[in-house]
């Protein structure tokens, strides 16, 4: 078992280091406004990517959740399902696209089980990811607030049988 599955598979620990960077990128919003959106994205994408990726598997959708998946990146579904899993599950909790490999949401469940901080962000409906942030940094997005953007109508639909 590689360096990244163990700590994948310890999502408590990753969640100190999520907190403790959630902290500092709060404290460093001045920073856009002092050296610009564009620079500060220069500066933090490369590192957020190298780290993330060797860890997370993360594809860089540029709107991170792993803090509410078990620090399970689910867009490493091969359907990139966001909310959960397709169905398709096989009964060893397999993907049906990929059966050699164990489905993410099985993982995200499992993982987000072993957290105390973020345990019930599993619950919560993300909203859909905007393209258009694909490659960006998830930090800056976090920091500006073009993260937490959703489609005009996403959030005030009805809800089936309410």
């Known amino acids: 078992m590689g360096l990244a ?19 500092i990128a709060m404290k ?15 500066w933090l994408s490369a590192p957020e990517e190298f780290t993330k990726r060797r860890i997370f598997d993360c594809k ?4 991170c959740i792993l803090h509410s998946t078990g620090m399970t990146c689910p867009m490493t579904c091969p359907k990139n399902l966001r909310n959960g899993p397709c169905g398709g599950v096989r009964p060893n909790g ?17 993982r987000s089980q072993m957290m105390t901080t973020y345990k019930d962000e599993l619950h919560i409906l993300q909203p859909p990811v905007d393209r258009q942030l694909e490659g960006s940094s998830a930090w800056v997005n976090l920091m500006t607030g073009k993260d937490r953007v959703t489609p005009a109508g996403w959030g005030d639909t009805p809800r089936a049988g309410g």
């Not at 599955?5 to 902290?23: C, F, S």
């Open 5 to 23: 599955r163990r700590l994948q598979n310890h999502p408590r620990l990753l969640a100190v280091g999520y907190k403790a960077n959630l902290w």
């Open 28 to 42: 460093l919003k001045f920073a856009i406004r002092m050296v610009g959106e564009k620079r500060l994205a220069r």
């Open 60 to 63: 860089m959708c540029g709107q």
């Open 94 to 110: 397999h993907c049906e696209v990929e059966p050699e490999m164990r489905c993410i949401w099985v993982e995200a469940f499992e």
